[in-house]
């Protein structure tokens, strides 16, 4: 199976909150990270939590780490048209020399 | 501005005619990485180079080569590409592969769509 999964689509009213969720498989993972794609464009980091906390905060954007479940989510506050975009969840894979296992992707679709 | 460039943005080759995507990146990483993504997946991990050493993974075709002549610098080469090589590939660096202290942000360029006739 995957070692990264999330959902391939969401959608949200412009100004709600998003929340894009995302299992992960590796407990030994030392870093998770959200990446964002935007149309025609290389990924851009947009955050990323060390294993050791349950929540980091920036901005308008919330990370909530379950490291019992293996679960990780990326809340934006106060969706905006801007933020539509691809989302890629992430982690660190230590048993492959720390290679980066991305997982499909949550596609971001704003609504009017 | 520091950044990864890919050339060119949309390439399109034939079937088994050999091609060459580059990457130049001016942020002076030791890590260049080439990833493969196909469309709705995850970007696939090819190959690395940690400064001028060239991690292969185990299961990228032997039909994909790659070349770091200088820091600045790294190619990928299609020997022969088939329809199934049609892709985005990316390219990225980073500041060092080991990231028990660094956070080991990898940072994109654009990438290079290839269309294979």
């Known amino acids: 199976g995957e070692d990264v999964e999330q959902s391939l689509f969401l959608s949200v009213r412009e100004g709600d909150s998003s929340v894009i969720n995302c299992t992960y498989t590796d407990s030994s993972s030392t870093y998770l990270y959200w990446y964002k794609q935007e149309p025609g464009a290389g990924l851009q980091l947009l955050t990323y939590?060390?294993?050791?906390?349950d929540m980091k905060q920036d901005q308008r954007l919330t990370v909530l780490l379950n490291k019992k479940d293996k679960h990780l989510s990326l809340r934006i506050a106060d969706t905006q048209t801007g933020d539509s975009a691809i989302y890629f969840c992430a982690e660190i894979y230590r048993n492959r020399d720390d290679k980066i296992i991305f997982g499909k992707g949550t596609r971001l679709h704003i609504l009017p | 501005d520091a950044m990864v460039i890919q050339n060119p943005r949309y390439q399109v080759t034939q079937f088994g005619k050999p091609v060459t995507l580059s990457c130049s990146q001016t942020?002076?990483?030791?890590?260049m990485y080439w990833y493969q993504q196909k469309s709705s997946q995850a970007p696939k991990l090819l190959f690395h180079y940690y400064d001028k050493d060239f991690n292969n993974e185990a299961d990228t075709p032997d039909n994909f080569q790659s070349r770091r002549p200088n820091t600045s610098f790294c190619f990928l080469d299609i020997r022969s590409p088939g329809l199934g090589d049609a892709a985005m590939y990316l390219c990225a660096t980073s500041r060092d592969r080991k990231t028990g202290i660094s956070y080991n942000e990898q940072f994109f360029g654009p990438g290079t769509r290839l269309t294979v006739l």
């Open positions: 942020l002076n990483h030791n890590v």
């Open positions: 939590i060390f294993s050791n906390m």
